[in-house]
């Protein structure tokens, strides 16, 4: 499986503040990478990083060979490769089919009816297609953000904690989504979460970022049952390791 993002001397500062700094990272082609750690590690600065949305302060990042570093800005061809779902999702003032086809129609892009239906069914939303977006439930909001993306059929998708605070029924059914897209279109997914439960079930490999250093990157398995450092044993247990 070949790298689809690979990072290398990465760091991020504010004034004499280090708060991301990877010396190497690889992110393969079509897996689902979680993120874990406690708030404030660097999480959702790495994934500002990789939806090349702030450069870092040293080092590079290489998107498909591509570099992206402080002094190279990314391509608008790269951004649009790349999509996030944020945890609190901003909704336009307008149906929920029209926020989901909003992307599309900046890209001077047309979705076919049959697949923005389909779109609409596989997050539980097709009955509430012409309903103000505004009206949502929190959990329906957040089905809608991520439908907003998955119809963009992004090459990566960045996931910042995208079913945090949510009940059961709308944590399945983002859940069940995100697993399809990479079953079945091999979209690269990066999911920060602090539900291990979830990095657990939808992760094919797990990195665990403390006060913005990787600590431990292995296989989802490995991870939880016989990880290699024992911050990572420590973080599985639920012990204060920050």
Do not use: W
């Amino acid at each position: 499986m070949s790298d689809l993002y690979t990072l290398q001397g990465v760091t991020v500062r504010y004034g004499a503040h280090t708060v991301l700094a990877v010396d190497k990272l690889a992110i393969r082609r079509g897996e689902i990478l979680s993120v874990v750690g406690p708030s404030g590690a660097g999480k959702s600065t790495l994934l500002r990083l990789l939806n090349f949305l702030q450069p870092p302060t040293s080092g590079a990042i290489h998107f498909d060979g591509i570099p992206f570093s402080a002094d190279r800005a990314a391509t608008l061809e790269m951004r649009r490769r790349v999509t996030t779902v944020f945890q609190r999702p901003v909704l336009l003032r307008r149906s929920v089919e029209a926020n989901i086809t909003y992307g599309l129609r900046l890209r001077g892009q047309r979705g076919e009816a049959a697949a923005l239906h389909a779109t609409l069914a596989s997050v539980g939303l097709a009955e509430l297609a012409q309903q103000p977006a505004r009206t949502l439930s929190s959990g329906e909001a957040q089905r809608v953000a991520l439908a907003r993306a998955l119809v963009l059929r992004p090459e990566a998708l960045l996931l910042d904690e995208p079913t945090a605070n949510l009940d059961p029924y709308n944590v399945g059914l983002i859940e069940q989504n995100i697993a399809r897209l990479n079953q079945e279109q091999q979209t690269t997914i990066v999911l920060v979460t602090h539900n291990l439960h979830q990095a657990r079930r939808l992760a094919h490999r797990v990195l665990l970022l403390l006060d913005g250093h990787p600590v431990e990157t292995a296989a989802t398995q490995t991870f939880f049952e016989c990880p290699h450092d024992p911050r990572t044993a420590a973080f599985v247990r639920g012990d204060m390791v920050y």
